[in-house]
């Protein structure tokens, strides 16, 4: 099947620091990815859609000078958490959507655990 | 808008069925998905329905979907300790970019 990756799994960081996440599609390319945030106990949430080489697209009330989406590639999106707060941590999910084995399917990377101290 | 919901909490006993439940809004939906998560990981597609079907069996688990009740449920038989975890159903919009939105999940504790 097909596989996402993240990187990295896990992260900590100090408050006001810059955090970046990358989504790579491995075997598959990607023409829209999706990044979810996940809090615990709790349902993925969408945060945006982007397809490759056009802007994110965000959901209402995630602030995208906050959550800066770059999809460069057909097998890369990165997600930067710009000037982190301790409200930022999460449990960060991207998921690429592509053409594999005849049919659009969505696949979804492992997760990025984010901690801000 | 999108709405998908699911009960929290389901406990069964090693070796019973669970039936996890799941209803949605979106009559447009495409497909439904029921994905698996476990503790600190990420989500494993479990198995899909497409909105024209009302029924799908794979080993142990067996999809229902009522679509006039918009009613997805997802059956596991011989539950094992190994399926504790966290269970989200999904739907995919038709229209758009076709996002995907996911219930509420319902955590599935198996008792040895």
């Known amino acids: 099947g097909a596989v996402v990756s993240q990187h990295p799994s896990r992260v900590i960081c100090k408050s006001g620091t810059s955090v970046k996440i990358e989504c790579r599609s491995l075997?598959?390319?990607?023409?829209?990815m999706f990044w979810y945030r996940q809090f615990p106990k709790k349902s993925l949430m969408l945060m945006a859609t982007?397809?490759?080489?056009?802007?994110?697209?965000?959901e209402q009330g995630v602030e995208k000078d906050k959550f800066l989406i770059n999809h460069a590639s057909l097998t890369l999106s990165t997600l930067t958490v710009t000037s982190a707060h301790p409200e930022d941590s999460s449990f960060y999910i991207c998921?690429?959507?592509?053409?594999?084995?005849?049919?659009?399917?969505?696949?979804f990377g492992p997760g990025t655990r984010l901690t801000v101290t | 808008g999108e709405d998908v919901e699911q009960s929290l909490f389901l406990s069964v006993r090693e070796g019973d069925s669970s039936v996890i439940n799941c209803t949605y809004t979106d009559s447009s939906s495409t497909y439904l998905y029921w994905y698996k998560q476990e503790p600190g990981a990420g989500l494993q597609l479990l198995t899909y329905i497409f909105s024209n079907m009302d029924m799908k069996q794979d080993q142990r688990l067996t999809v229902l979907l009522n679509k006039k009740d918009k009613h997805l449920s997802l059956r596991i038989a011989d539950t094992q300790t190994g399926d504790s975890a966290i269970y989200f159903c999904?739907?995919?919009?038709?229209?758009?970019?076709?996002?995907?939105?996911f219930g509420t999940g319902t955590k599935l504790q198996v008792i040895p």
């Open positions: 999904a739907e995919r919009a038709s229209g758009g970019y076709q996002k995907v939105t």
């Open positions: 998921s690429a959507r592509g053409r594999t084995g005849g049919s659009y399917e969505q696949y």
């Open positions: 982007s397809n490759e080489g056009s802007k994110a697209t965000y």
């Open positions: 075997d598959f390319q990607a023409t829209t």
